[in-house]
């Protein structure tokens, strides 16, 4: 079984073990085993079937792959920053920090740079 579905798996046949009991989490295992089947077997028919117009749509669309995960990259890279900035907090962080250095604030950093001036 695949990682990215043993989640979805223990969560159908999990819930009906806890909820419904043993018969019904079988059947649910009967029912999710069949319908993983007949999505691989539907791919698996459609990959061989169209095996021209796939390389060919494949190789079109190779071109632009490249260029697409640029911008997805550039894209999740710009919002991780604004995250970071807005709702994280850092840019207001970042000001409250300046202020304490300019000493426009007084903070326990700025008093402790100040007790160990003085020593």
Do not use: D
């Not at 169209?50 to 190789?59: D, E, I, S």
């Not at 550039?74 to 300019?102: F, K, N, Q």
């Amino acid at each position: 079984m695949n990682s990215c579905t043993r989640s979805i798996f223990a969560a159908v046949v999990g819930g009906a073990l806890a909820r419904e009991g043993l018969l019904a989490s079988v059947g649910q295992f009967i029912g999710y085993a069949r319908g993983m089947a007949t999505s691989v077997f539907v791919v698996v028919i459609g990959a061989a079937l169209a095996r021209g117009a796939m390389a060919k749509w494949r190789r079109t669309l190779t071109r632009y792959v490249h260029r697409l995960s640029a911008m997805f990259l550039i894209g999740a890279g710009v919002y991780l920053i604004y995250y970071w900035l807005v709702p994280g907090g850092l840019a207001s962080y970042a000001g409250r920090r300046h202020a304490v250095w300019e000493g426009t604030e007084p903070c326990i950093a700025s008093r402790s740079s100040e007790a160990i001036r003085a020593h």
